[in-house]
């Protein structure tokens, strides 16, 4: 029997468990809801209780897999194996988890931050193609991305790299949660967008019922505005084509420097589909030269809510992890 790989994609509100094979084949999934209380003490615990009840479950041991990997909120450390500051977990010291899930499960772990994990799992097995340049905008509560340039995923000087959210494309824009002004997740993601169309409200004197509905103070999101700009709400394209102008302009830069074969765009503002993939193409051509224009593509995900744990067994492919002592 061939060695198999354990995925791993912890988020804030639930835990997905998956159970591949090295080709990344999905053999069996499951989750456990992620527990905050008492500074999120009790997140590795369950995910080594997890494990180890699933092999018990499938006669499954230690010895019959290559590792375990896992993408998780915060800053984390792929070297040593820890996460700090993932305050959507209350992690706010520093955790090391490879050492606690390793003692637990006898199988060696690997981690990286969610959003490379996911990069990996599209570039791998999605819309990347599995090119060996492949990057990844995740447009969802925030901004997010992963970096894989000549086939490596990049993590830079600080472990910041791919940090696409915080390109600047408004230099005297909104304020971020990181300090500066105009990033790209101030008006890309899904509160970004609903923040774009409150403001453009307020100075929009045309016919508009998402006008209408942000002026009579009903709650919108950001799924509400592509819907009213794809029945041709005029406010609503206005906010669309604001959008697409950020995301094709950030896109344009990052393709001018990686030239990538292609930028995939993923998380729950991607869903408006060809709607805004369509426009953010048409900036992205105009912020582009020619050569990225003829070889960078923009995509949309295609794994979906799978990214997290296919990307976490490429991980373990890539980083072959080996038990700490
Ligand atoms: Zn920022």
Partial sequence: MSKKIIG???????????????????????????????????IV???IASINEHLEKYSLKSEDFIGIGMGSPGTTDNIKGTVIGA???????????????????????????????????????????????????????????GIIADGRLLHGAGGAA??????????????????????LETVASATGVVRLARDMADEYAGDSNLKYSIDDGQLIDAKDVFDAAKNGDELALKVVDKVSFYLGLACGNIANILNPASIVLGGGVSQAGTFLLERVQEYFNSFSFPTIRATTTIRLAELGNDAGIIGASSLVRKFKPELSE
Avoid: R
Wanted: proline residues 5%; contains cysteine; charged residues 20%.
């Fill in 8 to 42: 791993i994609d912890l988020g804030g509100t639930t835990i997905k468990f998956a159970i591949l094979t090295e080709e990344g084949e999905i053999q069996t999934k499951w989750s456990e809801p992620t527990d905050i209380t008492d500074e999120g003490q009790h």
């Fill in 162 to 183: 791919g940090e696409i959210g915080h390109i600047t494309v408004d230099p005297n824009g909104y304020e971020c949660t990181c300090g500066k002004k105009g990033c």
């Fill in 87 to 145: 305050y959507n977990l209350n992690w706010k010291t520093l955790q090391p988890v490879k050492k606690l899930i390793e003692d637990g499960t006898h199988i060696p772990f690997v981690i990286d931050n969610d959003a490379n994990v996911a990069a990996l799992g599209e570039q791998w097995l999605g819309a990347g193609n599995n090119e060996p340049d492949v990057v990844f905008v995740t447009l969802g509560t925030g901004v997010g991305g």
């Fill in 45 to 47: 615990p369950t995910i």
